[in-house]
């Protein structure tokens, strides 16, 4: 009985073929009984490359050159679930939201249980305005995923926008204990608490922002407007100079600070 080569002597031969050619084509492959799972490990390796070079394209801004890379990718190993989801994301950066939608429900086909691609399908689904989707999607992201922060934020975003003030609070709330360092979970979850009457709770979610971007206006901006509810008039005027300073242009925090000013 001939001797069977194992999965690493497969590899290595198809090292050496490599080796001879940068580009081995299936019928040199083939011609050197490759095994079928060595191939596919080769197809895997290559496609990868590609996907690497576009998620580098995509952060360098070169969004054309990084949907290219991941085409290719596609086109060698189509079963990469992660590679869907990265062009999908590429997609919806151009502005192809049918695109990426397609993208991260072929990622979810491949791997149902991967949150991100839930995640990021919602962000899309809710851009078309399928709001009652994308809540499904957040909700399928989050409970596959408990410790996803960016898709409980996303979560209390979209339940924030539909009214669901107590719900949006529950998720951000959920958002800054996964990730202290997530400013914007920070404003919307004080903008929240204020809602709700709690201005002592919205203090201290604002001061966090601060302090995690001390040069963002509406930061500053937030604080004011919680420490003018405490009854702060000087620390809130102080706030709504340093939101000013930062963003001059903004008539709403110019508009504020001379209303509490001429209550001095």
Request: charged share 30%; with cysteine; proline share 3%.
């Amino acid at each position: 009985m001939p001797k069977q080569e194992s999965l690493e002597e497969q590899l290595r031969k198809i090292k050496v073929i490599t080796s001879e050619t940068s580009e081995p084509s299936e019928e040199s492959l083939n011609r050197a009984e490759v095994a079928p799972e060595a191939l596919e490990l080769l197809r895997e390796g290559k496609s990868l490359q590609h996907a690497i070079k576009g998620n580098d394209l995509r952060k360098q801004g070169d969004i054309d050159g990084a949907i290219k890379e991941y085409q290719t990718a596609i086109e060698i190993y189509p079963s990469s679930q992660w590679t869907h989801s990265n062009f999908g994301i590429a997609l919806s950066e151009k502005g192809d939201i049918k695109g990426a939608i397609r993208e991260y429900r072929k990622a979810i086909q491949l791997k149902p249980t991967f949150a991100a691609a839930h995640n990021n399908l919602g962000n899309a689904l809710g851009k078309q305005g399928n709001i009652k989707e994308a809540i499904k999607e957040y909700q399928l992201a989050v409970e596959l995923d408990p410790k996803h922060a960016v898709a409980h934020y996303n979560l209390g975003n979209t339940l924030d926008e539909q009214g669901d003030t107590k719900g949006a609070i529950r998720e951000y709330r959920r958002a800054t204990q996964l990730d202290i360092t997530h400013a914007d979970a920070h404003i919307n979850l004080g903008r929240c608490l204020i809602q709700q009457g709690d201005t002592k709770g919205a203090l201290k979610e604002f001061k966090t922002a601060t302090q995690l971007q001390p040069k963002d206006p509406d930061s500053h901006y937030n604080l004011g407007i919680a420490l003018y509810g405490q009854g702060d008039k000087k620390g809130a005027i102080e706030e709504f100079r340093i939101a000013l300073k930062l963003d001059p242009e903004d008539e709403g925090i110019l508009s504020t600070l001379e209303s509490v000013l001429k209550e001095e």
